[in-house]
């Protein structure tokens, strides 16, 4: 399949890589880019299984920027996720290898319904204020069925997981949604790069192709990461609405009526 990286014209290659810098921009901030760059790798023409995988690989880099800045800005502390970490790790494992075995369909035709319900408690509820962040340790229980449900939808497909990460971390534990973001951007990085090591085996990955949109989307995750975090909550909350409302318009079109 690398054929498709070495016949792709420039201008298709040029629009891509505009797509993975907007998508990491968007992700950084409140997830979602995959909204933006699987719909683009499909319309360049790529299989929908090497689609999955190279979008891992680009999405990796992405990830990886955004977590290591709010790490770095002290707006993550993995001691406190150490349960989340391996559970999404496990997670991711099991749902890219079960990829191409399981009848997603019913999930997918859920998924918009999740995504709206997530947008409302968003848009209509209290979001925390003051994070108490020394409450975590004591609540691995919540981390384990969150990391696990979580990363194996990421390894399965995963458009959207940023959201869903960000919206379940707020109703879980007492955060505001910069600190959710930064524990969502962290066990996304965790799921993609998991998940793209299964695909990988299976010669699932497009290199040079993820490689050049990775590179385009940690450019747009750095930017997206110090605007996050100099906006704050109040910045990334219409953002955050924004995507979500969009994704789930985006899964309803195509899992309700079967358009691309």
Same mark, same amino acid.
């Given at each position: 399949?690398?054929?498709?990286?070495?016949?792709?014209?420039?201008?298709?290659?040029?629009?891509?890589?505009?797509?993975?810098?907007?998508?990491?921009?968007? *992700?950084?901030?409140?997830?979602?880019?995959?909204?933006? @760059?699987?719909?683009?790798? =499909?319309?360049?023409?790529?299989?929908?299984?090497?689609?999955?995988? @190279?979008?891992?690989?680009?999405?990796?880099?992405?990830?990886?920027?955004?977590? !290591?800045?709010?790490?770095?800005?002290?707006?993550? *502390?993995?001691?406190?996720?150490?349960?989340?970490?391996?559970?999404?790790?496990? /997670?991711?494992?099991?749902?890219?290898?079960?990829?191409?075995?399981?009848?997603?369909?019913?999930?997918?035709?859920?998924?918009? $319904? $999740? $995504? !709206?319900?997530?947008?409302?408690?968003?848009? !209509? /509820?209290? $979001?925390?204020?003051?994070? %108490?962040?020394?409450?975590?340790?004591?609540?691995?229980?919540?981390?384990?069925?969150?990391?696990? /449900? =979580?990363?194996?939808?990421?390894?399965?497909?995963?458009?959207?997981?940023?959201? !869903?990460?960000?919206?379940?971390?707020?109703? =879980?534990?007492?955060?505001?949604?910069?600190?959710?973001?930064?524990?969502? %951007?962290?066990?996304?990085?965790?799921?993609?790069? @998991?998940?793209?090591? &299964?695909?990988?085996?299976?010669?699932?990955?497009?290199? &040079?192709?993820?490689?050049?949109?990775?590179?385009?989307?940690?450019? /747009?995750?750095?930017?997206?990461?110090?605007?996050?975090?100099?906006?704050?909550?109040?910045?990334? %909350?219409?953002?955050?609405?924004?995507? &979500?409302?969009?994704?789930?318009? %985006?899964?309803?079109?195509?899992?309700?009526?079967?358009?691309?």
């Amino acid at each position: 399949m690398p054929y498709l990286e070495l016949a792709m014209d420039l201008p298709v290659l040029v629009a891509l890589l505009a797509v993975a810098f907007t998508a990491g921009f968007i *992700d950084a901030i409140a997830g979602g880019g995959g909204l933006l @760059t699987l719909p683009a790798l =499909l319309t360049a023409g790529l299989p929908p299984h090497l689609v999955l995988g @190279t979008n891992k690989l680009s999405a990796t880099f992405g990830s990886a920027t955004a977590s !290591f800045t709010f790490y770095r800005r002290k707006l993550f *502390d993995p001691r406190q996720w150490r349960h989340a970490l391996l559970a999404t790790a496990i /997670g991711a494992i099991l749902g890219a290898a079960l990829a191409h075995l399981i009848p997603a369909r019913w999930l997918n035709q859920l998924l918009p $319904v $999740v $995504v !709206f319900v997530c947008a409302l408690y968003v848009l !209509f /509820g209290q $979001v925390p204020t003051t994070p %108490r962040e020394g409450s975590l340790s004591s609540k691995p229980h919540r981390q384990w069925p969150q990391g696990i /449900g =979580l990363g194996f939808y990421d390894g399965v497909a995963g458009p959207g997981t940023g959201a !869903f990460w960000t919206v379940s971390t707020m109703l =879980l534990y007492p955060l505001d949604l910069l600190r959710a973001s930064g524990v969502a %951007r962290t066990m996304n990085f965790v799921s993609n790069g @998991t998940a793209l090591v &299964v695909f990988a085996i299976h010669g699932q990955v497009a290199w &040079v192709l993820g490689c050049g949109m990775g590179l385009s989307l940690m450019l /747009g995750a750095y930017l997206g990461a110090r605007t996050a975090i100099h906006g704050g909550s109040r910045f990334i %909350r219409p953002i955050f609405i924004l995507v &979500v409302l969009a994704l789930s318009l %985006r899964l309803a079109w195509q899992h309700w009526f079967g358009t691309p």
